[in-house]
């Protein structure tokens, strides 16, 4: 499966006009952070993202069980040795549903009843592997200030300071300005796990 077209994404990052955040044009792209594969991701809106590696998928009595990520979903909806349709998660009991556009709901138990997180999905290698980019937030910065706010999907304000180099950007303990993590350009220093699913 190729990455989801241009359209999916937009409707994926949704939001309205007013709400959307202006960005640094210099954060928008896709970040690594020391020792991790995850690719964290700020597009032009200002939507972050964070996409996990393809994993080996695998299915079992003939599509009624999943295996994927080293952990087992059984089937609720939907039918054959396809990820689309929806899946509950054995040990956490979290419900995942994958629509045939290439979006994805995940919704997951909490102290205050349920979270529902959206994304993007694809297959790699054949097949055999998935990898997903889950929504998390909208950032907005200002420059001449070196601040940055992350809005949540699930309403929390973040606020951190910011500062720009050479080969990436740092994020800041706004009180006190301690450095909390680096991101570095993930083409830079390995290859995009979803490029690769796109060839």
Known sequence: MSYPSDQTQRRITFMP???RRRVDPDLIG???LPGQPQIYEITGDGAYHISEPAAQLRFEDGGAGLVWQDHRYFR??????TPVGAWREVTSRDVWIFDADGTYTVKSACVEGWRTFSGI?????????????????FVKSD???????MLTVHGHRLHYGYHKSQDGWSLRDVSNGRTLTRF??????QMDPMATAAQ
Not at 76 to 81: A, P, T, V
Not at 143 to 149: E, I, N, R, Y
């Open 76 to 81: 609720m909806s939907g039918r054959g040795e």
């Open 184 to 189: 570095r350009n993930a083409r830079s220093s």
């Open 143 to 149: 420059q001449d200030a070196g601040a940055l706010t």
């Open 121 to 137: 999905w694809g297959l790699a290698e054949g097949n055999q592997q998935m990898w997903v980019r889950e929504m998390r937030a």
């Open 17 to 19: 006009v007013k709400a």
């Open 30 to 32: 896709q970040w690594r």
